[in-house]
């Protein structure tokens, strides 16, 4: 292993030892098995490639003070690749299978959970695909399912800093009835466009609206959008966001702290009103919105004008990064240790 410098270390792919796979034939999952072959050995007519039967999703392990290796929410991830494979019709996975491979594949690459101190952590990308041949649209009989990490560091350089973000109504990204609940990389493939655009502008990502009627906030990249107001947390209610496992947990120890929780249609004439306002998710926790700006009508909407992260937002990123990082205690069963 080559040396890593824990403390600088990005948001990419570092290659680690093992790999962990479990293939569905003839209508059942069989063992769960570990390689070190980074490649997938795939038919071209395979379901996955031609037809989207592609299902993932992003969960962390991070290694405490105490030298412990905890998991974040595992269970949570697993009911929410279930859902991702009722939305596309694949073979559904059982929480138990989830949880075998994850732990597997973090044990095998114990050396690559970064230490403590850095602020970094492991990422686990559990991928689900269709493998059989198929031409014509209709669902595959056969799946793998596979489970890589990776050590990463804070996705925004600098960590826990505001970042500006934009509106631009000529962007959907998900259809109103679609695949919009389903962490899908279909959804990400259709963010691609603007989220170029919205890079090459200088900003951190595009804030999406509804994509029925453009009045209601949706989505803010591939994270959801949180605000505060009135000593309240308030989140969009939509049938065509990611439902988000930080957000779930952020709303607990929103309340937990004393705040009201309003998950709710947002109208985006709120946006003037707000106090904070932040983006929430896996990668970042919490990456707080120094601006929005409305590309079409050019007003802007300005919740950090010295930069800094509003206090509740701080709050709440610190009580979770906490939790994961067994500085507090878990109350709530969130952290699965890795013995």
Known sequence: MKNIDWNNIGFGYIKTDYNVRC?????????????????????????????????FEGLKAFRG???????FRLDENAKRLQSSCKGIMMASLPVEKFEEA?????????RFVPPYESGASLYIRP????TSALVGVKPASEYEFIV??????????????????????QYDRAAPLGTGTFKVGGNYAASLVAGTHAHEMGYSAVFYLDPKEKKY??????????????????????????????NKSLITLAEELGMKVE????????????????????????????????????????????GKPGKWSEKLYNKLRAIQYGDEPDTHSWVTIVE
């Open 23 to 55: 293939s569905f034939k003839d209508g059942e999952w069989g063992e769960v098995r570990s390689t070190q072959d980074e490649f997938v050995n795939l038919h071209m007519a395979a379901t996955c490639l031609h037809y989207g039967q592609e299902a």
């Open 102 to 110: 994850v732990i597997k594949a973090v044990k095998l690459n114990e």
């Open 263 to 306: 998950r709710r249609q947002v109208h985006i004439d709120e946006l003037e009103t707000f106090e904070e306002a932040g983006a929430c998710g896996t990668a970042a926790v919490i990456s707080p919105i120094q601006r929005i700006d409305d590309y079409d009508t050019k007003k802007s909407y300005v919740y950090s004008p010295d």
């Open 127 to 130: 991928l689900l695909i269709g």
């Open 148 to 169: 890589f990490v990776t050590p990463v560091g804070p996705y925004f350089k600098g960590g826990f800093q505001t970042t500006p973000f934009v509106i631009m109504r």
């Open 217 to 246: 906030i949706d989505e803010c990249g591939a994270a959801n959008f949180f605000a505060i107001k009135d000593n309240t947390y308030i989140t969009p209610k939509s049938d065509s966001i990611l439902p988000s496992i930080t």
């Open 65 to 71: 003070k105490d030298g412990k290796i905890r998991i």
